[in-house]
């Protein structure tokens, strides 16, 4: 069964500072990676997803993520994060002909000023 | 616009009773999902449509129902079997079944909490 692991639970930095969320993910074969927003007492938002082609996916807010197939990983990356920025980012992946959509556990990103 | 409307957004219930959670959704997308959301645990699969009339269960759909009469509601009834319902519940919706690289669309949630 897929698994998808993220390696932070919280990350903390400071505002116009640089991030990196991780996720890795378990499948050998082939797979659609996601990762989405959520703010406070809201559902979740699309940030970007990785279907085929370029590694270096780019997405909303100024997020982009990298896809490298021989680490198993999707590790989202923003170089300069902003106060709204904060909320927690769940990575997902669907693959191997499942149906069903894998989450993370989740990664809380907190901005300080 | 279109998008997913689940109502009501906070929602209290009595011990032994069972209440129903509302999702909507005007995209016009054939596959609904419900998910479960506690602190630190991610999004949990409870049930999921992938077309009028059908539904499967997920990971924990001990203590859950859903029905699928519409292509546009999915609603999810907690029973009073579901010892623990205090959670964030959210709904989904997605295109069609055989589209795997499709991204789920949410709503905006519902907070269920025990009185």
Known sequence: AQSVTQLDSQVPVFEEA?????????????VYLFWY??????????????LSG?????????????????QTSFH?????????????????????GAQKLVFGQGTRLTINP | DGGITQSPKYLFRKEGQNVTLSCEQNLNHDAMYWYRQDPGQGLRLIYYSHIVNDFQKGDIAEGYSVSREKKESF?????????????????????????????????????LSIL
């Open chain 1, 18 to 30: 640089p991030v990196e969320l991780r996720c890795n993910y378990s499948s050998s074969v082939s």
């Open chain 1, 37 to 50: 927003v959520q703010y406070p007492n809201q559902g979740l938002q699309l940030l970007l997803k990785y």
């Open chain 1, 54 to 70: 370029s590694t270096l996916v780019k997405g909303i807010n100024g997020f982009e993520a990298e896809f490298n197939k021989s």
């Open chain 1, 76 to 96: 989202l990356r923003k170089p300069s994060v902003h106060i709204s920025d904060t909320a927690e980012y769940f990575c997902a992946v669907r693959g191997g």
């Open chain 2, 75 to 111: 609603p999810l009834t907690v029973t009073s079997a579901q010892k623990n319902p205090t959670a964030f519940y959210l709904c989904a919706s997605s295109r069609g079944t055989g589209a795997l690289n499709q991204p789920q669309h949410f709503g905006d949630g519902t907070r």
